[in-house]
């Protein structure tokens, strides 16, 4: 049974990854004008991310920063973050530096859903707990991409959005992921697709049904609570720790 949800996954995966770069096509030309056009420099951001296993890739998303912003800043990114670019505001809003992710995914270092690929100073970090994170292919989307899907909005303000990050987000991302990957099921990955779509339409209801899906499969309660988003996030520590982060080193 194992052997068979990997495969039709990646069936699914190389159909729905080629559909997608075929519809959004005229789309993503545009985009990729108008971002060339800012500052006439490459429209994409090709970063090294830790997939399967421990290993690297490269992730190819659009460009939604100035040019060497990661020389500039930290890797987590607030909304008011002043290296985003006028059209990387629009392109963030509506997750379109999502879209040429699927290019990774077509290649077979994605999948369409999974835990979010992290960069390796991130990951040089997680508890052993968290490694399991990475004994399967990263994804585009998954329960916890609906949930934190407004961390612009989380790490605003933050002096330092780095550490935010993982005392706030980190701590419930990584279990949502863990989550996951105890319950990794076609029909499962087909209902985390159509919430991820429907959380650009209706943030709320996404959030509904993702905390409805984690009830029917009998996550635990607070997980069930991080996902319904009612209370204000306070810092916590991460999977397999009992230490909130304070230092990423």
């Given at each position: 049974m194992r052997i068979l949800t990997v495969v039709f996954k990646r069936l699914m995966?190389?159909?729905?990854?080629?559909?997608?770069?075929?519809?959004?096509?005229?789309?993503?030309?545009?985009?990729?004008?108008?971002i060339w056009r800012h500052d006439f420099r490459?429209?994409?951001?090709?970063?090294?991310?830790?997939?399967?296993?421990?290993?690297?890739?490269?992730?190819?998303?659009?460009?939604?920063?100035?040019?060497?912003?990661?020389?500039k800043g930290g890797d987590s990114t607030a909304v008011n973050d002043s290296r985003i670019t006028p059209i990387g505001h629009f392109i963030r809003r509506y997750k379109l530096d999502e879209i040429t992710q699927l290019w990774n995914v077509l290649k077979g270092d994605m999948s369409l859903v999974g835990p979010r690929p992290n960069v390796k100073s991130e990951t040089d970090i997680y508890t052993n707990t968290?490694?399991?994170?990475?004994?399967?292919?990263?994804?585009?989307?998954?329960?916890?991409?609906?949930?934190?899907?407004?961390?612009?909005e989380i790490l605003s303000g933050k002096a330092n959005p780095d550490i935010a990050y993982n005392q706030l987000i980190r701590p419930g991302k990584s279990a949502l992921g863990l989550f996951y990957i105890?319950?990794?099921?076609?029909?499962?990955?087909?209902?985390?697709?159509?919430?991820?779509?429907?959380?650009?339409?209706?943030?709320?209801?996404?959030?509904?049904?993702?905390?409805?899906?984690?009830?029917?499969l009998k996550a635990p309660?607070?997980?069930?609570?991080?996902?319904?988003?009612?209370?204000?996030?306070?810092?916590?520590?991460?999977?397999?720790?009992?230490?909130?982060?304070?230092?990423?080193?």
């Open positions: 995966d190389v159909f729905f990854s080629l559909f997608g770069l075929i519809v959004f096509c005229l789309p993503l030309i545009i985009v990729i004008f108008l490459s429209p994409f951001y090709i970063s090294a991310r830790v997939g399967k296993n421990e290993k690297p890739f490269k992730i190819v998303k659009l460009r939604t920063m100035e040019i060497n912003a990661d020389k968290e490694k399991e994170l990475l004994s399967i292919k990263p994804g585009i989307t998954d329960f916890a991409s609906i949930v934190f899907s407004d961390e612009g105890k319950n990794t099921k076609i029909h499962i990955d087909i209902i985390i697709l159509v919430i991820t779509v429907l959380s650009i339409v209706s943030r709320s209801s996404a959030l509904r049904i993702n905390a409805s899906v984690l009830k029917n309660r607070d997980l069930i609570s991080t996902a319904e988003r009612k209370k204000k996030l306070f810092p916590k520590p991460p999977p397999g720790s009992n230490k909130i982060v304070t230092s990423r080193k």
